[in-house]
């Protein structure tokens, strides 16, 4: 039976803060100091000669890093689940990292952009570079994966094409992707709920940061469209371009292909040498996710299969998008046995 406390781990949960230098100045004003928790498997201070493959851990949009420690009814949080899986020697033991990407918009989607601030370069440079100078990592990319969900499953899609020469492998649940199904529906509903502030999300941003967050019907999409539009369409001066007309819903043609641009399934062609480098591919969705994501998964895994790669795991399990932090632990098995096989010079 699962019990609503916190458990004891067996491994080590370190909780640390790091300075980002790509973060200084960033055009939000948001912190350039970031904690980041850093896990230790079982019997990782028993032998100092031994190196571990590592896992970087990056949550969907609005996720906070201390999320990860939320506990509902009946479920386990997931460090502890992860914790289970090393101490039962269910997989090869990783280090696991857990990345705080948090913006005042809600999210980064882990991109370098003048709206938001360099979140790429600091997971890539930043963390990644104190992680190997602070714990005895396998350096090399074969060695290394990256593993979210949602906007956080998007990070891992486009991290590895971006940085063959750091990570070797990802796992996505209901990464975004395929755009026209999970995100021009929501632009309808945006141009609905603008009505109310004549068009202007710069308004509606207005009237969210001075009450209490989520208290209004049209928060939840309008705080999307604006943190998206910041990190894939924002002007160079930081100021978030909307890829639609608020006031009729007309796509703009211009925006909207900036946010194409990074659409994963769109990326593949371009990123075909980086993809088929890697050794650990884990795709999956629920069959009634509320944005068709697991429609985007069966597109990306496709697209993979156009450029040769078919040595991957994808599955499509009953669910929606929400609730699913019971398949991270599946996913993380599977990386770990991926990035623990020895490299092959």
Known sequence: M?????????????????HSAALEGNHLGDPADRPLWVYVPPGYDDDPGVRYPTVYEIQGFTGSLTMWANRTAYRQTFPEMA????AGRQAPPCIVVYVDAWTAYGGSQFVDSPGTGQYHT???EDVVGWVDSN????AGPEHRGIHGKSSGGFGAMITPMLRPDLFGGFATHAGDSLYEYCYIPEFGKAV???RDYDGSIDRWWSDFRGRVAFTKPA???LLMMLGISACFSADPDGTPRLPFDPHNGVLDQDVWGRWLDWDPVRMVPRYADALRGLRA???DGGTSDEWFLEIGGQAFRDALGAIGITDLHFELFEGAHGRIEYRYPMALAYLAERLS???VR
Do not use: V
């Open 219 to 221: 928060d939840e999409n």
């Open 192 to 194: 609905r709920h603008l």
């Open 135 to 138: 714990y005895r990592t396998l």
């Open 122 to 124: 600091y997971l890539c």
């Open 83 to 86: 914790d289970e899986l090393f």
């Open 2 to 18: 699962t019990l609503p406390w916190e458990a004891d781990l067996a491994g080590r949960l370190d909780r640390r803060t790091i």
């Open 341 to 343: 096989a020895p490299s």
């Open 281 to 283: 591919i884990w795709i």
